[in-house]
């Protein structure tokens, strides 16, 4: 399958400096051997759309809520992620879990309302540090795929440790190879044949320096970057590692 190297780029990021990143990415992106998905605020989906428009840089959300419309202070329904010009969403990021109380039901009624929206959900999971030194990281991943992953799912899968997001500290090539041969084991045994199909990314403290090691593992069909990606000519670097 297709790489997809996706960017989250959280609560950063100025209009000018904005446009001024995805059109380096815009024209870094030829010759690539795999996609490149930028998820900037909600607030600049709109004018980099412009500045994207016909290129191989696809734009996404960083989360929707699960209602078309309502009296939800705050939130982004789906489909205006979709009308502003976005294609993906990530949900259930271990950030929405912890700061704002976000449960696997949650993320699954998200799921929903994303696909409904032809949006392409990127649906995160990942333990703690402290469910890792237990050796529980199995049972937190796994119960996170059951209860988030409605049975019609069709989207993309980030495994991303809690512990590493943001922390600098990389996961060994052994600890990822079996929590992404875990996650495929799941997902095919669940959907069959479309689970051995469903793209798995790695994310947490993905940078220039460890995307090959990391994007060579099978399994990982690319990653979820988050502050590298603020940086075109590290997003790029990142994306080359895979061929």
């Known amino acids: 399958m297709r790489s997809l190297i996706v960017g989250n780029w959280k609560m950063h990021g100025a209009r000018d400096g904005a446009v001024r ?27 980099l759309a412009q500045v994207l428009e016909g290129s191989r840089v696809a734009l996404g959300g960083q989360d929707c809520h699960f209602a078309t419309a309502g009296a939800f202070t705050g939130d982004i329904a ?27 039901a ?63 500290v990389t996961p060994t090539v052994g600890d990822v190879t079996a929590m992404h041969d875990f996650i ?14 469903t793209p798995l990314l790695y994310g947490g403290s993905v940078k220039s320096a460890n995307a090959f090691r990391m994007l060579a593992i099978a399994n990982v069909n690319g990653a979820l970057v988050g502050g590298a990606s603020l940086s075109a000519s590290e997003f790029l670097a990142i994306a080359r590692a895979r061929g």
């Open 78 to 104: 789906a489909p205006m992620l979709v009308e502003a010009g976005a294609s993906y969403v990530i949900l259930g990021h271990s950030e929405r879990r912890q700061h704002h109380g976000e449960t696997n």
């Open 21 to 47: 990143l995805v059109s380096e990415l815009a024209d870094g992106v030829a010759g690539l051997a795999c996609d490149l998905v930028v998820c900037p605020p909600f607030t600049l989906i709109y004018p």
């Open 106 to 168: 949650m993320v699954r009624a998200k799921i929903a309302a994303a696909t409904n929206a032809s949006l392409i959900p990127i649906v995160c999971v990942g333990e703690t540090e402290a469910e890792r030194h237990l050796g529980h990281e199995r049972d937190v991943v796994g119960r996170q795929l059951a209860d988030s992953l409605p049975d019609d799912f069709a989207g993309v899968v980030a495994y991303e440790p809690i512990w590493a997001i943001g922390t600098g």
């Open 184 to 197: 495929r084991a799941t997902l095919t045994s669940r959907f069959g044949p479309a689970g051995g199909q």
